[in-house]
């Protein structure tokens, strides 16, 4: 019995990987796609998520576009890491589908059945909306689990991560929803970084796996001009891969509170492992990751696609 998941993303190579894996995957029905602004606007990202479906053959999957900004603040893109389509790297198609008539925060509530897993990977201004307008969700979601945040060092400053940042009202507003959420942040992901051997790997096993590699190719750039790795962190296969199998990740399950209204640390997820604040514990925090097993599976799903 395949466990249903929906994705709310900002392709975003590492989305793009992420969506992949999840369709290459029998333990996950991929149900729907929803998108939002944060590595590229959100015009952008909802063609790379239709892009990246199409290059699967799966444009059956339904695709819903959500909001273009932060619930307050301004629209801070990352194309200094994903380009300027978002997706630089591959030759990108002109997707044939088009995104359903709905806003993602409505798309999720009609989405979301008692057993779905919210797999978010970009900000949390969706999720957050959807709470808003669909309160009744919370009786039905019993699982978020989430690609952002960090313990220790933020990327897009040192404080914060690059999702909570994008909109830290949302994520303050997710963790205190009281939904169950797991939250895979920068402390896993950065300890397994998908190398050139890997991209290689992929490089003549199919279409997907040629559009992979070049993602990869053109992903790993950034990665080792800013921080010196040989690879890449697919951050959000990690999110998808913790759904197919918990025990990729060692989780704690501790207090998160998120920082909105700090000079120097917006957007930080203040992850407290000792329980020192007296903070009740709301969320299950990725502290290890069994790296090779979680890239041995990335890669082995994604050469199995056409
Ligand atoms: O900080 C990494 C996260 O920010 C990933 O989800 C990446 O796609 C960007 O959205
Ligand atoms: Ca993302």
């Not at 479906?53 to 799966?58: C, F, S, V």
């Not at 444009?59 to 893109?77: F, I």
């Not at 997820?269 to 599976?297: C, H, I, K, Q, Y």
Request: net charge negative; proline share 7%.
């Amino acid at each position: 019995m395949s466990t249903k998941i929906v994705m709310d993303c900002d392709p975003g190579h590492d989305d793009a990987m992420a969506i992949l894996l999840a369709l290459a995957s029998p333990e996950l029905e991929l149900v729907g796609v929803t998108t939002v602004a944060g590595n590229q606007t959100l015009d952008k990202t909802t063609r790379n998520a239709l892009i990246t479906l199409e290059i699967a053959g799966r444009s059956d999957v339904p695709v819903a576009a959500g909001a273009d900004r932060p619930l307050r603040r301004e629209l801070r893109t990352a194309a200094h890491v994903h380009g300027e389509t978002g997706l630089d790297g591959p030759e990108l198609p002109e997707p044939s589908a088009a995104p359903v008539d709905a806003h993602a925060a409505d798309f999720l509530a009609e989405l979301i059945e008692p057993g779905v897993v919210l797999v978010p990977t970009a900000p949390l201004t969706n999720v957050a909306l959807m709470l808003e307008r669909h309160p009744d969700v919370r009786g039905r979601l019993a699982h978020i689990v989430w690609m952002g945040g960090s313990i220790a060092e933020g990327n897009v400053t040192p404080a914060a991560e690059f999702n909570s940042f994008g909109d830290p009202e949302a994520a303050a507003a997710v963790f205190a929803s009281g939904i169950p959420i797991t939250m895979i942040g920068l402390d896993v992901t950065h300890k397994a970084l998908f190398t050139r051997a890997d991209a290689d790997e992929l490089r003549d096993s199919g279409r997907v796996g040629r559009f992979v590699a070049e993602l990869s190719d053109f992903f790993q750039l950034f990665h080792e001009r800013s921080y010196r790795f040989d690879g890449a962190p697919i951050h959000d296969a990690m999110a998808v891969a913790h759904v197919i199998d918990p025990t990729l990740v060692t989780t704690e399950h501790v207090n998160v509170a998120v920082e909105t209204s700090s000079e120097y640390c917006d957007g930080r997820t203040v992850v407290d492992l000792r329980g020192v604040s007296g903070r009740e514990p709301n969320a299950d925090v990725g502290v290890d990751v069994d790296a090779p097993r979680f890239l041995d599976l990335l890669v082995s799903r994604l050469a199995s696609l056409p």
